[in-house]
Every structure is written in C-alpha cells, then in structure tokens.
C-alpha cells in the first residue's frame, strides 16, 4: 500500500512539473475600488496689479521678491495695455477681457456710454469675471482688496468679500489676513503706490521716488507671498499667481496716451512647478504717425532701418507694396500724415525724391518723385473717416513709359 502511495505521489509531482512549464494566457485584470478617496488639488488665483510698473522700467532693475515668482513662471515685459492706458479704461479691460471699443467705460461711474451716433442703441455691457464667477460658481469665495474705493464697489462689486484700504501698507495687511484667515478662491490685490510715485515726476527707475515705491511694493508682495505658503492646507491647494501692471507711463511723468511707453506693462505667470520663461512677443499694434505741422522739426516719422540702404528703393522693374490701414478715432488728425514708404519728404506734397502713401484728409494719397525729378500721385478713393480697417495692395511696374497699376 505505501508502495503504491508513493507511486501516486510521484505521478503527481510529474503532472505538476509538466504543467508549471506549460505557457498559459495571462488571467484578465481585476481591480478592486479603493476605499481611499483621492482629493484633487483645489486651484485658486491671486492676481496683483501693480499699477503705473512700466514694463521696461522693471527689466532694468528687478526686485528680489517679483525675481522669485519669474525664477518659476511665464513673464513677458513687453505685455501693452489697452490703448486708452488710463487707470479706468485698463483695469475694465483687465476685468472684463475686452478693450475700451467694446466696453466703453470711460470714467469712475464705471458704467458704458452710450454711443454718441445713435442715443437709441442698446448701451453695451461687458462682464467682468467676478460676474462670470457670481453667475456660474456662486460657491466660490471672491476677494477684492484696494484702496480705490469706485473699483471695488462698482467694476467688481459682484465680488463676495470687498476690502477698502486707505493705502498700500494696509492693503497689504488686508491681503495677508485673507490669506491667513479666509479661504479665497479667486483673491485680485492693487497697489496704486508706484503710479503715484510716477505721475508727473516720471515712470522710470531714475526718478528714485519712483524705484523706491516699487522696491517697496516688492516688500508687500513677498509678505503676501510668505502668508500664502503658510497657508494650512497650502500642499493640497495649486495656486496661480499674476503678477501684472495696468498700464505705462512716460518718463516726463505723463501718461494715458496710446504711445507704446504709456502702454508697456509686464506680465508674470507664476506656479511653483513651472520652470522659467521668458515670452517675447512680436509686437503689433498701432503705429503712431504724426501729422506735418509746416516746421520739419515738428514732424515725426516712425523709422525702420533695412539691412541695405538700397532695400524698398523703386529701381527695378516691379515692385509690390501691401498694408492694412485702420484711422483711430480717438486722436485728432490733420492732413499730410505719413503712413507709409521710402523717402526723404517730410509729407505728400513737399520736395525729395523717393515714394510713399499720406492721408490727405479723408484719404489715401500714393506719390513718387523719380530720380529726374518727374512726380505723380494717386488717390486710394477710399474714405478712411470710416474708422475701418482698409486693405490696399498696389504694384509698380517699369516700362519705357511710366505705367502705375
């Protein structure tokens, strides 16, 4: 009997060991729900408005703490402002996302005018996006914190909490508590100090009341920076900080005007995973062109260099030339603007050799003066009073007689 035990004992052990070296289909997976739950990251924004911070200003000397939030962010100082850089019209385009043609909010009121041409259009409204969070994340806590009374309580009155300072020192305090204290979603801080120090003593690093106010501002912004990071539950939560301006400045001290100077801000995007950045953009935008006043010292042209000074010179036997032209109804215009060509005229109807397009009142005038002294001109025909934007093309063509097509 043990014998024949041990014998079955043995078969078994082969059949195992022939089957353990058998290939077999891997079995379909299983899986079994956790008990744990996974929380995802709750995601919130702070975005600080430095306002009057002139974008190439701060490149010049940048501040440790706003050097700390670029050291791990997207940042640009090339970022501009709506073309209306005055404090009213730049913090509604900030708010609302469109610019001052759309939005036509043009003083404290904070409320759009209605359009001068037709008192019977419907008057526009452009929601800011403490309106879009009101009306579609109610839940959510929303702060403002200034010292601009007429921003907090009327552009972003649909904010939850509305925090009014008396200056910069105590919106920073107000900003720092809500951190500490509060649990903002959506925070927007403004400090309006280094607008001050700017406004008509000059937006630029050297007027040094204008560099101590954002080196001080720098100060508020790493307190509210350490508030943040102290936060409780400050590993679980993913905030995006925006650190921008609402517009430029001239270092006259002026500012408010569509000169790229007045609306050069900068832009920080900062996250504490992201890795540094910097954003140069092509800038377009409007080209300033001023109009012939009847002294040459008076007139001002926007100049490009070419890599060869014989570039865009009419001396082959075609040549094609293609823009877009849009006046701007907001800046008062005279005839002879310079637009756009290659010569040494100071407008359409003085002497130089050379070719271009002027307005001539309400239109588009094309000229050339050859090298033999010989001029012609064209009119475009179309009225540029419009305020559209108005796409001309013409060639040159050079034959044994002078032929413009």
């Given at each position: 009997m043990k014998k024949n035990l041990f014998k079955y004992l043995i078969l078994l052990w082969t059949i195992i060991l022939y089957n353990s070296c058998t290939v077999y289909d891997n079995p379909a997976p299983y899986f079994e729900d956790s008990e744990e739950e996974v929380t995802p990251p709750q995601r919130k924004i702070l975005f600080i408005s430095i306002d009057g911070?002139?974008?190439?200003?701060?490149?010049?000397?940048?501040?440790?703490?706003?050097?700390?939030?670029?050291?791990?962010?997207?940042?640009?100082?090339n970022s501009i402002s709506d073309e209306k850089s005055n404090p009213v019209s730049t913090w509604t385009t900030m708010m609302t996302g469109v610019n001052s043609s759309i939005h036509h909010v043009e003083d404290e009121t904070f409320t759009a005018k209605?359009?001068?041409?037709?008192?019977?259009?419907?008057?526009?409204?452009?929601?800011?996006?403490?309106?879009?969070?009101?009306?579609?994340?109610?839940?959510?806590?929303?702060?403002?914190?200034?010292?601009?009374?007429?921003?907090?309580?009327?552009?972003?009155?649909?904010?939850?909490?509305?925090?009014?300072?008396?200056?910069?020192?105590?919106?920073?305090?107000?900003?720092?508590?809500?951190?500490?204290?509060?649990?903002?979603?959506?925070?927007?801080?403004?400090?309006?100090?280094?607008?001050?120090?700017?406004?008509?003593?000059?937006?630029?690093?050297?007027?040094?009341?204008?560099?101590?106010?954002?080196?001080?501002?720098?100060g508020y912004i790493g307190e509210?920076?350490?508030?943040?990071?102290?936060?409780?539950?400050?590993?679980?939560?993913?905030?995006?900080?925006?650190?921008?301006?609402?517009?430029?400045?001239?270092?006259?001290?002026?500012?408010?005007?569509?000169?790229?100077?007045?609306?050069?801000?900068?832009?920080?995007?900062?996250?504490?995973?992201?890795?540094?950045?910097?954003?140069?953009?092509?800038l377009i935008g409007s080209t300033n062109f001023s109009q012939y006043a009847g002294v040459s010292d008076d007139y001002i042209a926007n100049v490009a260099e070419a890599a060869d000074g014989n570039e865009y010179n009419f001396n082959s036997s075609e040549m094609s030339v293609e823009f877009k032209f849009k006046k701007n109804q907001h800046i008062n215009h005279t005839s002879q603007a310079f637009v756009i060509g290659k010569t040494s005229r100071e407008n359409h109807s003085g002497s130089g050799k050379g070719w271009g397009v002027a307005t001539a009142n309400n239109k588009l005038i094309f000229y050339i003066t050859f090298d033999d002294d010989v001029k012609y001109e064209y009119n475009f025909g179309a009225d540029i009073n419009d305020f559209k934007w108005h796409h001309i093309a013409f060639s040159l063509k050079k034959q044994q007689k002078r032929q413009f097509n």
């Open positions: 911070l002139v974008g190439r200003e701060l490149e010049k000397s940048i501040p440790k703490n706003l050097q700390s939030l670029i050291d791990k962010g997207k940042f640009t100082f209605a359009d001068a041409s037709d008192q019977h259009a419907e008057i526009a409204f452009a929601p800011t996006f403490f309106y879009r969070f009101f009306a579609t994340r109610p839940e959510y806590n929303t702060t403002i914190v200034s010292s601009w009374e007429p921003l907090v309580s009327k552009l972003l009155v649909e904010a939850e909490t509305q925090v009014i300072t008396n200056s910069d020192e105590i919106t920073r305090d107000s900003a720092v508590f809500q951190l500490a204290n509060e649990d903002p979603e959506v925070m927007v801080v403004q400090f309006r100090d280094v607008f001050f120090a700017g406004q008509g003593k000059g937006f630029t690093v050297e007027n040094q009341e204008y560099a101590n106010a954002i080196e001080k501002v720098d509210i920076m350490k508030a943040l990071s102290a936060r409780e539950n400050y590993d679980k939560e993913e905030w995006i900080v925006m650190v921008t301006s609402n517009q430029g400045g001239s270092p006259d001290g002026t500012s408010g005007s569509d000169a790229f100077q007045d609306r050069n801000t900068f832009t920080i995007l900062h996250y504490k995973n992201f890795t540094k950045q910097e954003i140069k953009p092509a």
